[in-house]
C-alpha cells in the first residue's frame, strides 16, 4: 500500500509541478507583451497526463536496477512547453494576446489551488487515520 | 525546477522594464520643450528616447543528462535608443536658441504618442502585477499542505 505514491497523489503533485511551470510560462509571456518579435510558448500537460492515467500498468521483469520497471508512466510524467511560432498579433511579429494570457494566468492558478486543496485534504484524512480519530 | 521565486523574478523584470519605459515616457514628456539652436551639435534639443526590449533566455545548465523545459526568464531592456527624426523648427526670432534666420529646433515628440505609450506601459504594468499576485497566491496556497 502507497500511501504517499498512489496514483492520485501522483497525479496531483504532477499537477502543481505543471501549474508552477505554467505559471512561470505565462508570467514570461505577460512580461514580454510589447517585446518586438516575440512568440508566446504553452504548457501542455493535462492531455499527456490523461494519456498516463489510461495506460495499463505493465509489470515488466527487471533484472538490473538500470533497467526501466515498466511501472506506469505518470512517475515519471512531465509537461512539455511549446513555442508558438505559426500566429502574429502586432506587426512586429509579437503573438502574445493579452486577454487570452490573463484568462489562462486566472485559470490556472485557480486550478493550482483546487489540486492543492485536494492534496492537502488527502493529507489530512491520512492524519486523521493515523491519530485514530483523535484531533 | 525554478518554482515559484522564478516566476516572481519574471513577472519582476516585466514590472522593471514597463517602468523604465514609463521613466523614459515621462522624460520625454518633461522635455518637450527643451529647445535647441538648429544644426547647431553644440546646442543640440533634446532627443527622444525609446526603449529596447528583449526576452532574457536562461543559460541552459550543464547537467547533460536533462535539458530545462523552459529557458524563458522575463524581460530587459538592452538599449535606450535616441529617436534621429530631424527636430520640429519653429519661427520665433526672440528666442535664446534662435539661429540667424530666427529658427529654433524644438524636439520632434508628438504628445499624443507619448500619451499612448504611456496608456500601454501602465496597462502591461498592470498585468505583470496580476501575475505576481496569482503567483503570490498560489505559493501561500503551497504552503497549506500539510497543516492539519
Redesign the interface.
Known sequence: MDLFSNRVMVALKKE??A???R??????N???????A?KK?TVVFESLLKKALERKPVEMVTTDPRHFSGKPLLAGL????NLIRTTSMRTDGNNVD?DE??AN??A??MQ??AA??E??DR??GL?YVISGGRR | ????F??FA??A??LT??RM?LDLISNNIANMNTTGRPNDPANPPYRRRIPV???ILEQAEDTGTSRP??R????RVTRVLEDNNPPRLVYDPTHPHADEKGYVAYPNINIVNEMVNMI??T??YE??V???N??K??AL??L?????
Open positions: 502543481l509541478d501549474g508552477a511551470l505559471q512561470r510560462v505565462i508570467a514570461n505577460i512580461a514580454n507583451v510589447n517585446t518586438p516575440f510558448s512531465t509537461p512539455e512547453v493579452i494570457e490573463m494566468l486566472a490556472n492558478s493550482y489551488q492543492v486543496k492534496l492537502a493529507y489530512s492524519s | 525546477m525554478g518554482g515559484f522564478s516566476a519574471i513577472s523584470s516585466g522594464a514597463e519605459r526590449f528583449a526576452q523545459l523552459f524563458g526568464a522575463g524581460v500601454t506601459a496597462r502591461a498585468a505583470n496580476t501575475a505576481l496569482a503567483a497566491e498560489m496556497k503551497a497549506e499542505i500539510g497543516r492539519g
